[in-house]
């Protein structure tokens, strides 16, 4: 494992007696204890709330590695809106001196990114890894990668994963960027560890399973923790990790108040029919679900008050009435509305005709001047990266996404450093339905996480 840089010498040679340096913006002290972790480790990963700055970290770290002639040039690796939005803003703040080139878009636009340009950091979305895979040369000269939201490769099994893995062998540095290792189970830890070094955890997730887990149920390949292993995975991949303790930021950040909105449906028949018969009746319509799987996701939109079946059938409007309280109660103060499905998308701009969406122009940049009063996102769109802390502090969620990772992140967009205000986040949940239950899910997997946060401290 190469996880221990030579740094006294470094430390002497290149900086005469004094640590990194810290440009453009002042760090806050955990911030900095993280830069000199990853400064001083060529295999490492950041375990870091949401909103504690881990882009600045990194971007500090890559500034300071570049100046000592230690790296030539990295490769950063994000969620599309996040490489084209994010890394290229936070640069100019925490890295004024390099030059950022996004490779996105068309084949030949990411090729002339990577090839026609001078940039000493080049960023890419986790979607290119297979065409960055199938093209790779070592002309590009990426001797560091940092993959930003490394949870995206928690699958060791996944073509682009594979690809990608390959040619990276030859890259030294290479750095994981997340909020939680574990946001949707143990066995996420592997494929992440792999990704950043092998040596962590092994090559093989089957050696891995055999070793921390036990096979409950063959047909369906479902493993469970054996007991300890979560504690004892957490010690094998200690050294390599840093761990921003909650304690160390949340007194840098106003509180948190999450508050579940319960109501019932009026028409519950439906709902009822669906759940007991896995089919729903309509006067000129059916939406019958074929099998378990597909009955939550049925039973889902049902507490929404719609159901796709034969055609797109509304029953009940109580979840959207109860929003529009909501919304009054809170003097319609700017908010974020996350949804789920699309027809909830289109019922929330029937009813909201000036609500703007994360994909209009300049909507970011309209929100954080507090010129947006309703934004409507997908969790999967706003989950990761975006600063959205600027334009109001009130957070709806008309419904839940079933990812601890994709909830917390999506409250991130305004629970983040530079908030001034106390975040509310609302959950609309109708009573006797499955709303209730991926609302106790995500309780239970936030018990997980912190369990492997405790034990990495």
């Known amino acids: 494992m190469q996880n221990s840089r030579r740094f006294t010498e470094l430390f002497n040679q290149h900086n005469g007696g004094f640590g990194p340096r810290y440009l453009q913006m002042n760090l806050r002290p ?23 700055g881990k882009t600045a970290i990194a971007l500090s770290a890559m500034d300071e590695l570049i100046s000592k002639c230690l790296v030539g040039r ?17 640069a100019k703040l925490w890295a004024e001196y390099r030059e950022v080139s996004v490779a996105v878009g068309t084949p030949k636009q990411r090729l002339a990114a990577i090839e026609d340009s001078d940039a000493e950091i080049v960023v890419t979305n986790y979607d290119n890894l297979q065409w960055l895979a199938d093209h790779w040369d070592r002309s590009w000269g990426f001797d560091a990668v940092v993959f930003d939201e490394l949870t995206r490769l928690k699958n060791p099994s996944g073509a682009r994963f594979k690809a990608f893995n390959k040619v990276i ?38 050696a891995f399973q055999q070793q921390y887990f036990f096979l409950v149920n063959k047909d369906f390949n479902q493993w469970e923790p054996r007991p300890g292993a979560l504690e004892q995975v957490m010690a094998r991949i200690k050294p390599a990790t840093f ?9 840098k950040l106003p509180p948190l108040h999450t508050v579940p909105v319960r109501f019932d449906l009026v028409n519950r028949q439906p709902y009822d029919q669906m759940k007991k018969e896995f089919v729903a009746q ?10 378990a799987g597909v009955v939550t996701a049925k039973l889902q939109q049902m507490a929404s008050g719609f159901v796709y079946g034969d055609s797109t059938v509304w029953f009940d409007t109580s979840k959207f009435d109860a929003l529009d309280d909501l919304l009054a109660e809170n ?6 509305v996350a949804y789920t499905y699309r027809e909830e998308l289109a019922e929330l701009k029937r009813r909201y005709p000036r609500a703007v969406t994360l994909d209009e122009p300049d909507a970011i940049e309209r929100w954080n001047a507090g010129k947006v009063e309703l934004l409507l996102a997908h969790p999967k769109s ?26 917390e992140q999506t409250i991130g967009r305004l629970h983040r450093s530079g908030q001034r205000h106390d ?35």
Request: charged share 20%.
């Open 331 to 336: 003097q319609h103060a700017n908010t974020i």
């Open 74 to 90: 990295f490769l950063v690796v994000a969620p599309l809106r996040v490489a084209v939005s994010v890394w290229p803003t936070e």
């Open 243 to 251: 761990v921003l303790e909650p304690g160390e930021y949340k007194d």
């Open 30 to 52: 955990y911030q900095e204890q993280a830069v000199d972790f990853l400064y001083e480790n060529d295999r490492a990963m950041i375990l870091a709330p949401v909103g504690a």
């Open 423 to 457: 975040v509310w986040c609302y959950v609309m949940v109708a009573n006797k339905t499955v709303d209730e239950k991926i609302w106790a899910a995500l309780h239970d997997k936030r018990a997980i996480s912190d369990i492997a946060l405790e034990a990495l401290k």
């Open 282 to 291: 309509f006067p000129n319509a059916q939406a019958v679900a074929v099998n």
């Open 169 to 206: 062998t030859e890259v030294r540095t290479r750095w994981g960027l997340t909020g939680s290792f574990t946001s949707n189970g143990l066995e996420d830890v592997f494929g992440q560890c792999k990704i950043v070094d092998q040596a962590l955890l092994g090559r093989s997730k089957g």
């Open 382 to 407: 706003a989950g990761h990266g975006l600063n959205l802390q600027h334009g109001g502090s009130k957070i709806i969620f008309l419904s839940l996404p079933w990812s601890l990772e994709l909830y």
